[in-house]
């Protein structure tokens, strides 16, 4: 009897920060020329600087985002948005919402004090990194969080560094 090995491709996480989300729609567009492969996609960033703002104001500001984000997430995506004690409002789109908007308690597990670091630790990232991140979405920077093969992964990495 022999037995073959079947080794399933190596997914990981690939996260970049830009200052805005047309740098984000610049950066997928190339991808998505030189790429056919799909990969699963999320953005994580401030929804509003603002204290004190009332729900129907919060409202236009979750409409306008949404509206930026289907051009670069397609018709269909999940969003949602959650509270950071660290950071203050923030929202996350695309195929991570689950992961972020998970009720831990009642809570969203991303509105939790360690929420966002333990999420970036799950999915692989050093503690180093994570807090790089952090200071960049306090400093109202986006975080686009790519997963997909090792392999395809590692072809589009200089797109996401240029």
């Not at 503690?127 to 790089?132: K, L, Q």
């Amino acid at each position: 009897m022999s037995f073959k090995e079947h080794k399933a491709p190596q997914k990981r996480f690939l996260i970049r920060t830009y200052s805005d989300l047309p740098k984000i729609a610049t950066i997928l567009s190339t991808i998505a020329k030189k790429n056919n492969v799909p990969l699963q996609l999320s953005i994580l960033g401030q929804l509003t600087t603002e204290k004190g703002i009332t729900k129907k104001e919060i409202k236009k500001i979750i409409a306008d985002i949404k509206q930026q984000l289907s051009a670069l997430l397609g018709k269909q995506f999940q969003f949602g948005y959650f509270h950071n004690p660290e950071i203050g409002s923030l929202f996350i789109a695309g195929h991570l919402t689950p992961t972020f908007l998970n009720k831990i308690d009642k809570r969203e597990l991303a509105s939790l004090p360690t929420g966002l670091l333990g999420i970036f630790k799950g999915l692989g990232i050093d503690v180093e990194e994570v807090n790089n991140y952090l200071n960049e979405l306090k400093n109202e920077n986006y975080c686009l969080i790519i997963r997909g093969e090792s392999r395809v992964l590692n072809t589009i990495e200089p797109m996401l560094n240029a």
